[in-house]
């Protein structure tokens, strides 16, 4: 490794690694570095590299981690958080952007609260970067912002995103990928809750590929998510409308519109003044739950959506006298001329293209596509505890083995490398710990609607039995807080009543609560 930036002192000598090695470095309150800026400012880091951050203490912002720092695909650099029991992750607060992956690509930061960036919390102008664990809060512009030159692909997974944006173009999340220097690439965002808007819409995507998996989504000021192309007016040369096409994907999430928002819209897909997606758009077992009366729109169409391909999802809108809209078309004399890129007002780039089956609406609801199959409607999905947010369906819900376990793809248009049906849970109003989402568990052989089944997989007591001589789920379950399934533990299985397994032998769901891993400090 070499040391090219500024040293500061000799004493930073000791600190540098004389062989090609992975090195881990310290800091923190008494260590040789105190504050991240000043560590990206005095070292360079190499593939394989760990920076371990000292909890309990807040570090300045204005944090850069520049082209200098950047790891590999097979060896990624890691910045985290240095756990230790009883101490509350390490607070980066404040600057500009509070911490800002500057073309450093290959880069994992875990473990962090951020917040009071007066631009962004975290800035990403890089390609493979992820930020696992964070909490992310209270950002007065962008909570989340990807740039539109120089990045590439981005996970979000097992975070918080609250109170975060400002205005009508200040948003939770920004995400935007560069199509001429990383294309193919995905933005991946799972296991999340975002909530509670100050400003913006909570997911605003331009990237090229999103995958939107089991994420918790409540409170926008605007839209809950919004599914566009890239900025016509930032790109880099070479880019046009055409030479990618943008798709996205959202399976088993909870989407909540309130009555603070300002649109009506839980979703807006297609395009802006700025740039048109021209993509497929696939949504499959998610809760979409329109929380406020009067005019709300499930989907809003408008200045360039390609396709749109929905199965198994679950639309209410609980006021009384409610007609919610399922899929709105923004008509091309409601919107003004793009500023750029193809001009035309239309809200579908190539006339409309929608399928979709098993979905469940309102009696009352209007604008149900036609092109769908297999469509159910009622006046109550059936929730256990819609005031507490409670959305899984109940004993008798309409909802239950209703769903499409092979949901079709449209021949002129599917969507690619779909996820079929959703493996996971979303999270339940609250910060999943690393490893805690827990597995979708069907006890029968067919899905139900909507982003959730009957019963959380740590609901089940031992034995299962799924034979016609016994009934699917045993008498008393229990009222226990959900405990953490790990995505490497595997599914279940039908015991042998003859043959009863040791609890310490069990999985983790399987066995009592007090056996089970027990969560960490997550925040203060």
């Given at each position: 490794m070499l040391l090219s930036k500024p040293l500061l002192g000799l004493g930073l000598l000791a600190?540098?690694?004389?062989?090609?090695a992975a090195a881990t470095y310290n800091v923190g309150p008494g260590r040789q570095y105190t504050q991240l800026?000043?560590?990206?400012?005095?070292?360079?880091?190499?593939?394989?590299?760990?920076?371990?951050?000292?909890?309990?203490?807040?570090y300045a912002g204005n944090i850069v981690v520049g082209d200098d720092d950047s790891g590999t695909a097979a060896s990624p650099v890691t910045i985290r958080w240095r756990r230790v029991a009883g101490v509350t992750r390490p607070v980066l607060s404040g600057g500009a952007h509070t911490i800002k992956f500057q073309?450093?690509?290959?880069?994992?930061?875990?473990?962090?609260?951020?917040?009071?960036?007066?631009?962004s919390c975290i800035f990403s102008e890089a390609h493979n970067a992820t930020v696992r664990d964070a909490y992310v809060h209270d950002c007065p512009s962008h909570g989340i912002l990807a740039a539109d030159q120089n990045s590439g692909s981005f996970t979000l997974e097992y975070s918080e995103i609250a109170r975060s944006g400002q205005g009508d173009r200040r948003h939770a999340l920004y995400i935007q990928s560069d199509e001429v220097t990383y294309p193919d690439t995905v933005f991946r965002m799972r296991y999340n809750y975002v909530h509670s808007a100050t400003g913006g819409v909570l997911v605003r995507v331009r990237h090229q590929r999103a995958e939107i998996h089991y994420n918790w989504i409540e409170g926008s000021d605007l839209h809950e998510v919004e599914l566009i192309g890239p900025?016509?007016?930032?790109?880099k040369a070479g880019w046009n409308a055409d030479l990618r096409r943008e798709d996205a994907e959202l399976v088993g999430n909870v989407i909540i519109h309130r009555s603070t928002s300002r649109s009506g819209n839980a979703l807006r897909?297609?395009?802006?003044?700025?740039?048109?997606?021209?993509?497929?758009?696939?949504?499959?077992?998610?809760?979409?739950?329109?929380?406020?009366?009067g005019s709300a729109n499930a989907v809003l169409v408008q200045l360039g959506q390609g396709s749109l391909e929905m199965h198994n999802n679950v639309v209410y809108q609980p006021a009384s006298g409610s007609a919610p809209a399922i899929v709105r078309?923004?008509?091309a004399s409601?919107?003004?001329?793009?500023?750029?890129?193809?001009?035309?007002?239309?809200?579908?780039?190539?006339?409309?293209?929608?399928?979709?089956s098993n979905n469940w609406v309102q009696t009352a609801a209007t604008l149900v596509p036609g092109e769908w199959s297999g469509t159910l409607r009622g006046t109550d999905p059936m929730f256990v505890d819609l005031a507490q947010r409670n959305l899984r369906p109940r004993a008798g819900s309409p909802l239950l083995n209703a769903g499409n376990n092979t949901p079709p793809a449209p021949g002129a248009f599917p969507f690619p490398s779909p996820q079929l049906l959703p493996a996971f849970d979303p999270p339940v109003r609250t910060?999943?710990?690393?490893?805690?989402?827990?597995a979708r568990l069907s006890l029968e052989g067919r899905i139900d609607v909507g982003a959730f089944e009957q019963f959380d997989i740590d609901q089940v007591s031992d034995p299962i039995r799924v034979n016609g001589a016994h009934p699917l789920i045993p008498g008393g379950l229990p009222g226990s807080a959900a405990q953490p399934v790990t995505a490497s533990q595997p599914a279940v299985a039908t015991p042998d009543a003859t043959a009863p397994t040791p609890a310490r032998d069990r999985p983790r769901w399987r066995q009592s609560p007090a056996a089970r891993y027990r969560r960490g400090v997550i925040r203060p």
């Open positions: 600190a540098v690694p004389l062989s090609a800026t000043t560590f990206f400012n005095s070292v360079n880091l190499a593939p394989g590299d760990i920076v371990e951050v000292d909890g309990g203490t807040t073309q450093s690509n290959h880069i994992v930061f875990e473990g962090f609260e951020v917040t009071g960036g007066t631009s900025d016509c007016e930032t790109q897909i297609g395009g802006d003044l700025n740039g048109r997606n021209q993509g497929r758009t696939r949504l499959v077992n998610n809760t979409i739950l329109l929380d406020r009366s078309e923004n008509p409601n919107v003004d001329t793009p500023y750029c890129g193809p001009q035309s007002r239309e809200p579908w780039s190539d006339g409309r293209k929608v399928s979709g910060k999943l710990a690393i490893g805690d989402a827990h």
